[in-house]
C-alpha cells in the first residue's frame, strides 16, 4: 500500500490532470483540468468560457441547496465540494482549476476518482512553509438541533468527529470520528459516495436538482435498504458527509488545525463554520509547520497553506 507521507512545504501537483463526466444536477458535461502552480497560491477556479478567476474562499459562496457553489461576476460553479474534498484530504492546496461549464462532473458521488487523478499526477513541493489556521477558542454555530463548532487540538492537524440522525431504518443513527491524514482520508473517507433517499427523487427532480443522479454515481436508500448493489462501508452515510465537511472547510483559504464536531449538520452549516472563524480573529492564529513536524519521521501525509484572500 502507497504510505502518503506529511510534508512541510506547500504541495501543488507535479503534472496537469484532467477528468470529464456530467454534473449531479444539471446532467451537463464539463471537462476539468488540475493544473500545477509554480507558488503558493491557494486553490482557484478559472471558468474557461468566460475568463473568470474564483479563489477558494467563503466570501464568494453561494446557493448551498445539496451542493456547495462558489460565485462570482454572475459565474456560478456548482458541487465543488469533492473535489476540494480530495484536495484538502490530500494536503494539494495550491493549484489552478480549470473547467469548461459551472458543475463539475459527479463521477462516482464520491472523492475516489479525484484522489485517483491526483496520485496519478503526482505532487511537487513549494518555497516556504505550510500555513494553518490554528484554533485558540471555540466557534459553533447552531440552527435548531444542529450544530457544528470548532475547539482547539493538539498539534498542527484537523480532527472530524460528525454524527447524523435520519429518521429511516437503512440509516439511522450513524456517528465516526477520524484525525485526518492522507492516508485515512484515502482509505476511510475518499470513497464514500453520496446519498439520498428514494422518496426524496421526485421532489428534487420537480426542483431541477439531480438530473443526473443514478445509481452509478450515488447511494439511494429505499424502505428496505439501499437500492445500489453493496455499501463500501456500513456508515457510509456519515462518512460522506465527513468527506463534504472536509471539502467545505477549504472554503477558510487554508487548512485549519483544530477539532469539528459536527451533528446533523451540512453545506449550509459547513460553510458557516467557515465564515464564523473568518469572522473572529481573535479565535484563531496563523501557525507554520516546522521540519520537525514532518511526519515523514511519522506515519502521516503532506499539508500545505491556501492563503485566498485572507489577510
Known amino acids: 500500500m502507497t504510505i502518503l507521507n506529511r510534508n512541510s512545504r506547500p504541495q501543488t501537483l507535479a503534472v496537469p490532470v484532467s477528468l470529464t463526466g456530467n454534473g449531479l444536477h444539471g446532467n451537463q458535461p464539463c471537462t476539468v483540468r488540475l493544473v500545477p502552480v509554480d507558488r503558493a497560491t491557494g486553490l482557484v477556479f478559472r471558468h474557461l468560457p468566460s475568463g473568470t478567476n474564483i479563489p477558494v474562499n467563503a466570501k464568494h459562496a453561494g446557493d448551498l441547496t445539496l451542493a456547495t457553489t462558489l460565485v462570482k461576476d454572475g459565474i456560478r460553479l456548482q458541487t465543488v465540494e469533492h473535489l476540494l474534498s480530495a484536495l484538502v484530504g ?25 484522489v485517483s487523478a491526483i496520485l496519478q499526477a503526482g505532487v511537487q513541493t513549494l518555497a516556504g512553509r505550510r500555513r494553518f489556521i490554528k484554533i485558540n477558542q471555540p466557534v459553533e454555530v447552531q440552527l435548531r438541533d444542529k450544530w457544528i463548532r470548532v475547539s482547539p487540538s493538539k498539534g498542527l492537524g484537523l480532527r472530524v468527529r460528525y454524527s447524523i440522525d435520519f429518521n429511516h431504518p437503512s440509516i439511522g ?72 465537511l472536509i471539502g467545505d472547510l ?47 519521521k511519522r506515519p502521516q501525509p503532506r499539508f500545505s497553506p491556501v492563503f485566498a484572500g485572507i489577510a
Open 90 to 114: 490530500l494536503e494539494v492546496e495550491h493549484l489552478l482549476i480549470e473547467l469548461d461549464a459551472e458543475e463539475l462532473p459527479i463521477l462516482d458521488g464520491s472523492a475516489e476518482p479525484w
Open 173 to 244: 443513527h450513524q456517528s465516526r470520528e477520524i484525525s485526518l491524514t492522507p492516508d485515512k482520508y484515502r482509505r476511510e473517507v475518499g470513497t464514500a459516495r453520496t446519498f439520498c433517499l428514494e422518496e426524496e427523487i421526485d421532489t428534487m427532480r420537480a426542483r431541477g436538482l439531480a438530473l443526473g443522479g443514478s445509481l452509478d454515481n450515488a447511494l439511494v436508500f429505499g424502505a428496505d435498504g439501499p437500492l445500489n448493489d453493496v455499501l463500501r462501508f456500513e456508515d457510509e452515510a456519515v462518512r460522506h458527509k465527513m468527506l463534504d
Open 250 to 296: 477549504a472554503l477558510l483559504g487554508a487548512p485549519l488545525a483544530g477539532l469539528v464536531e459536527a451533528h446533523a449538520a451540512g453545506h449550509a452549516l459547513h460553510v458557516a463554520l467557515a465564515k464564523a472563524i473568518l469572522d473572529q480573529p481573535q479565535a484563531w492564529t496563523w501557525e507554520e509547520m516546522s521540519d520537525a513536524d514532518d511526519s515523514r
